[in-house]
């Protein structure tokens, strides 16, 4: 292995002097708790290291992950080891410098180079699996690793041995040539902008004028499909709204082009935007609804906390263990100003709707109150990574207190469920239906063959978690009503039925939390489920959060069935939809929602063209 060379140096010159023009104003968040958070995250990493194999290892459960076959053994990931090479070269050490080339030298062959190849600059997720044993492979292994290489290039570059360095700038070519071919849809927001930064850069190491024509042309792209609704199709991710900001602070950090630096610019703060306005400042989380989320409590986010120059005082690097904060430390990740208040002062009183997407059309609506929050989106499916509603009540507690609608097929959430909703204030009127084609597990990688499948129970939930000592309920006809210190509740099955079975509400309390569940197949059913021997499969629900001590309702909601269509009405809600598993274009087209007798609203977030 190549040794040290003289010339080592911390940073790039040319990206220390562009971090230098553009560095921050002065906040409660310093050089030193970086070089803290770089440390931690060296050292949480040690503990994985196989010097065998020069990579980190993981042990894979029996669990279901998609894209991969692995399960029950020992298995080394691609992705997190090159982000350690990145840490251990931060970390600048001599001992560190010298693991981080071992490191590199080994995962970086691990990349598909051959142009002719399906898999072209990939890697697989493991070393043990290589792209065309994976199932199927992640694209996105290209643009997440062609990211880590560039900020081991843009970064450490001049000092890396030529050998070392000729490799690592080959494969972010591949990498980035990969990212060209494959031209992810722009709806996908969190890959569409990193793989802007990835084609960007690399267009402007390498000199190439296809890479860069084309880096351009997507950043422009990326942003006429935002200016469609004036937000994110992928929106409201509390784990990749960080992806997102990260990589527009990697371009405005790292890339020379003026006119992209000028779009990502304003494409950052329209994410901040969408941020803010989603922020519940009272329980320090962000609120329902969610395309994509990994965990409902966001936890102690230190990305947030830098940008908000320490001002949040949730997390800092003393209580972390340094797992997933590196990235923090080396990106310059900055709130806007005059955005930082909706971060820091809660605003009770206040509901905020937002078109999020055009095709399909959905928009999301969140109620700000005293004592909880309550977004729903008007279309979603119930894919694991979805919240089509979600509440979050009480405090800032972690874990957090939540309010969360599941549907759930032998302990996982059903891809093939779909949500439609109509909301005001605290009170959401949904409809419960099936797609048919689906999913299963995943929306697209785990599909349900020629409409039937096996099953042993399939029902939804509505979880309420983190519930006070001394909480009380009632339940009577199908409906519950929770009464406690932080919250009260109501929660109804108006109606449902599962081919020939009618639908029941059932409550199971216990001592911190409480859950109802409506089972659509309960186990005792035959196993087998056929799409088209079931007429109907649906369930009419209606949900009220109110503050602790606030009157509930008392107006009924109200269901009518007219062949496959089921008409809700409560109030001065109303909402149409097709209640028998179909494609779901049928679905989005029998789907209609009013308030008061008018169509619900579709705002933008805002009426500045970005493109």
């Not at 519930?467 to 199908?478: I, M, N, Q, R, V």
């Not at 196993?527 to 008392?554: K, M, N, T, Y």
Request: with cysteine; charged share 25%; aromatic share 10%.
């Amino acid at each position: 292995m190549a040794s040290i060379p003289r010339r080592a140096v911390l940073f790039a010159p040319a990206a220390l002097a562009r971090c230098r023009r553009e560095a921050a104003p002065a906040t409660g968040w310093t050089p030193e708790l970086d070089r803290t958070l770089i440390r931690k995250a060296v050292s949480a990493r040690d503990q994985r290291f196989d010097p065998a194999y020069n990579m980190l290892r993981v042990l894979l459960g029996p669990e279901y992950r998609y894209h991969t076959r692995l399960r029950e053994c020992q298995a080394h990931p691609t992705r997190d080891s090159l982000e350690y090479a990145l840490y251990l070269l931060e970390e600048g050490t001599p001992e560190r410098f010298v693991r981080a080339l071992r490191v590199l030298e080994r995962v970086v062959p691990l990349q598909v180079t051959d142009p002719a190849s399906r898999w072209y600059g990939l890697w697989g997720w493991y070393l043990e699996e290589p792209p065309d044993r994976m199932a199927p492979a992640d694209f996105n292994w290209a643009d997440f690793n062609g990211a880590l290489l560039l900020l081991v290039e843009l970064r450490h570059g001049p000092r890396l041995p030529d050998s070392v360095r000729q490799r690592v700038r080959a494969a972010i070519g591949h990498a980035a040539r990969s990212v060209m071919r494959r031209d992810a849809p722009m709806s996908y927001t969190n890959i569409a902008i990193l793989g802007t930064f990835v084609t960007l850069a690399a267009g402007e190491l390498s000199g190439e004028p296809e890479l860069t024509l084309y880096a351009r042309e997507r950043i422009r792209r990326l942003c006429r499909e935002i200016d469609r609704t004036g937000s994110f199709a992928e929106y409201n991710s509390p784990a990749y709204a960080r992806v997102s900001l990260v990589n527009l602070a990697r371009i405005r950090m790292y890339v020379r082009d003026g006119e992209a630096r000028q779009r990502a610019a304003r494409l950052e703060r329209r994410l901040w935007q969408h941020l803010a306005e989603h922020w519940d400042a009272a329980r320090l989380q962000f609120c329902g609804p969610m395309s994509r989320c990994y965990s409902t409590d966001l936890g102690f986010p230190l990305w947030l906390e830098k940008a908000l120059g320490g001002r949040l005082r949730l997390a800092t690097p003393d209580n972390r263990t340094g797992d997933d904060d590196g990235e923090t430390a080396i990106h310059d990740l900055r709130c806007p100003e005059d955005l930082a208040a909706r971060f820091l002062e809660p605003q009770p009183g206040r509901e905020h709707r937002e078109w999020y997407s055009a095709e399909p059309s959905v928009s999301g609506t969140v109620c700000f109150s005293r004592d909880f929050s309550l977004g729903s989106a008007s279309s979603s499916d119930f894919w694991v990574q979805r919240r089509p509603l979600l509440g979050y009540f009480g405090d800032a507690s972690r874990p957090a207190r939540t309010v969360q609608l599941r549907v759930i097929k032998d302990g996982y959430d059903f891809a093939s469920a779909i949500f439609h909703s109509v909301q005001e204030r605290g009170r959401v009127l949904a409809l419960i239906s099936f797609r048919d084609p689906g999913g299963d597990r995943h929306i697209s990688l785990d599909p349900i063959r020629g409409s039937r499948f096996e099953c042993g129970r399939l029902f939804a939930e509505l979880h309420i978690s983190g519930l006070p000592e001394g909480y009380t309920h009632s339940f009577a006809s199908d409906r519950l009503e929770l009464d406690s210190a932080r919250l009260r509740l109501a929660f109804q099955l108006i109606g449902g039925r599962f081919g020939g079975r009618a639908l029941r509400l059932a409550a199971h309390p216990h001592a911190r939390d409480l859950t109802a569940t409506i089972d659509f197949k309960p186990p005792e059913a035959p196993r087998l489920v056929i799409w088209p021997q079931i007429r109907q499969a649906f369930a009419a629900i209606a949900l009220e959060l109110a503050d602790a001590g606030a009157p509930l309702s008392a107006d009924q909601p109200a269901l009518r069935l007219q062949a496959d269509v089921a008409e809700l009405a409560w109030g001065s809600l109303w909402l149409r939809g097709l209640v028998r598993p179909a494609p779901v274009e049928e679905h989005e087209k029998a789907f209609e929602a009013r308030i008061a007798g008018k169509p619900v609203p579709l705002p933008r977030l805002s009426d500045e063209v970005l493109a």
